[in-house]
């Protein structure tokens, strides 16, 4: 995920936590209406619960789509660090073979030069 994707999944976030808090003040309004001594004007609460199931469908839908954005995010799909620890090793282990062959070839040499 680029730090512009990862950006306009912040502001996407964000945008959502501001239409929660907007759906918890509608929440409000129709207890407020639900409590009122003159009994509830059925137009409000309409109006609120309108508004309110279509904020729900936007939060959902926004929030489906950026938990979906995050399980898709691989950060190490094209990362090639297992295969250059894997060619260190490899590298690491060849150079003290050839260490210890080169410590052969002088023993072999000293061993010649005694006999």
């Not at 639900?34 to 059925?42: D, I, S, T, Y």
């Not at 469908?57 to 620890?85: G, L, N, V």
Request: glycine share 4%.
């Amino acid at each position: 995920m680029s730090s512009l994707g990862q950006s306009s999944s912040l502001q996407r976030l964000h945008n959502v936590e501001k239409r929660i808090v907007r759906v918890l003040e509608l929440a409000g309004s129709v207890m407020e209406e639900l409590g009122n001594a003159q009994g509830p004007r059925a137009d409000a609460v309409a109006a609120h619960c309108r508004e309110f199931m279509l904020s729900m469908k936007e939060i959902q839908t926004t929030m489906r789509e950026e938990i979906k954005s995050a399980c898709e995010y691989r950060p190490f799909e094209k990362c090639d660090y297992s295969a250059r620890i894997a060619n260190e090793i490899c590298c690491k282990k060849l150079e003290y073979v050839i260490e210890k062959m080169d410590a052969m070839q002088l023993n072999i040499a000293h061993s010649a030069n005694e006999v």
